[in-house]
């Protein structure tokens, strides 16, 4: 389909914060070049952190707190005909519509903010890790490097919120050489995915598939996948564990109205402590007097 010229031109409406973006990354484009990896690092500014060789050709085995977007190497053997691939597989932060991250975070260090893109506030953050535990897609890391010698905070892809706040594209997308990483309004890649989809499958690829479209609500990364979800890694079904929902809407309420009603009982009870002294200290007063008068 080659690309769609209102993408590179595009940026989002300034005046309507609620209009979601995404970025859709057409795996069928992607070579493994790795320099949306070398960009995201530059543009903010993360540390390079060399991992030994562990048999991959990855650049690192996962995402961490300074590693916001990483290429995956998969070696995939086609169950047909036995022909060896690599497929690729950019991976970062989902930026999901129902976000366990968001759910799990006890200070509201990440929250839902403009154009769809779940925001990380670090000087918020108390690196907990509870968002670790919650994303379905391991794409959010605590920086556990920095024990002993600063807080430990959180880390993951901002979708360049900096950037696309000031109408450019994110650092990704502009770096890409194939293009293969679109980035726009998300109802429009959707459309063009879709499209994209149905060209794969016309030119043999019965597997082709987007991905993001309707998991965890929608997904601000679509992928244009050529073979199942799962043989990329990405989880069929995604969730937020039930147990993340009921701590957040149950658990910390309920914790809440207990502490408010201790803090409310402390006070009557430090009110009333106070009287009965004042008023035993009237009386000793009274008493004073009647024995001078004597």
Known sequence: MGRVGTWEA???????PKQEVAMLVDV????GCKACEVACKHWNQNEARIEGFTGSYQSHSNLDAKTWT???FTEYEDPESGDIRWLFQKHNCMHCTEAGCVTACPTNALQYGDYGVVTLDQDACIGCAYCEQACPFDAIHVDRTAWDQKAQK??????CYDRISNGLQPACVKTCPTDCIKY?????LIEWGRKRV???KARGFKNANLYGEH???GLHELYVLTEPPEVYGLPVNPRVDWKVKAWKYAVQPIGKAVMGAALFGMAINWLAARRAFASAGARAGQGDSGHEGE
């Open 10 to 16: 595009w940026q989002p409406d300034p005046r309507n």
């Open 28 to 31: 069928s484009e992607c070579i």
């Open 70 to 72: 990483l290429i995956k």
């Open 154 to 159: 959180a880390g993951k892809c901002t979708l």
């Open 184 to 188: 726009g309004d998300r109802q429009a």
């Open 198 to 200: 149905e060209e794969l």
């Open 215 to 217: 998991e965890l609500g």
